[in-house]
Each structure stands twice: as C-alpha cells, then as structure tokens.
C-alpha cells in the first residue's frame, strides 16, 4: 500500500499550489482521504479531510475558504488546490488515508497510510 505525494514548490505570498496523492495497492474507493502537515517546530497538524463514500469534506479553520480537498476514484488520486497562499502555510505536506474514513475531523492515530511529504514553501 502506497500513497505518493507531489506537487509541492515555492512560491510567492498569494500564489495557488495543486499537491496531489497518488494511492496504489489499496481499494482506493473505500478509504476516507486526508491531508496533515507539518509546519517547523511544531507538531503534524490535520489540514483536510474528504470521505469515503459521501465526498464529505472538512477544513481546519486556518484554511477554509483557501483550500480544497477532492478525489477521482476513476484514477486512485487525492488532490489539495491551495489558494491564496500565506507564509503560515510553508509546511511539509503530508497525505493519509484511512479505511472508511469520514469527511469529519480525524486524528493522527486513525490513519492507516501515510504519504511521504512534499514540502510547500511561501516566500512573504
């Protein structure tokens, strides 16, 4: 099972960035979709979460309206548009699945893959 990440670069302060996922050995259909990222210093933080089977999604709050997350179950890809880009942003940027996964809030512990990162960096 392999989720491999891509997209990432440095760009400007306002500039728009497209990460997307690429899922391989897993019935990519049944797995809830997420994205977590790691901003120096601090701890892997959830950004985005898309389910299962509803396309539900969920946005932490630092990125509503900037962000979103979609996926293509024809293709076994998760994507992540980022919008309006901050340097509060810069981060590695990690995506997750989780079997049955919900568009709702979830927790570092419920993911069951992880992507290696791919790391976003906003120049101010």
């Known amino acids: 099972v392999q989720l491999q990440a891509s997209g990432g670069g440095l760009v400007h302060a306002g500039a728009s960035l497209r990460l997307s996922c690429a899922a391989s050995e897993l019935t990519f259909g049944n797995y809830g979709m997420a994205w977590f990222r790691r901003i120096p210093g601090k701890e892997r933080e959830l950004v985005a979460t898309i389910g299962w089977r509803d396309g539900l999604s969920y946005y932490v709050e630092s990125v509503k309206g900037r962000f979103t997350i979609s996926r293509d179950n024809a293709k076994n890809m998760a994507y992540l548009q980022m919008n309006a880009l901050t340097h509060e942003d810069t981060a590695v940027y990690y995506c997750?699945?989780?079997?049955w996964g919900s568009g709702k809030s979830w927790l570092r512990s419920w993911v069951n893959v992880w992507g290696q990162g791919t790391q976003v960096t906003v120049s101010s």
């Open positions: 997750a699945a989780r079997k």
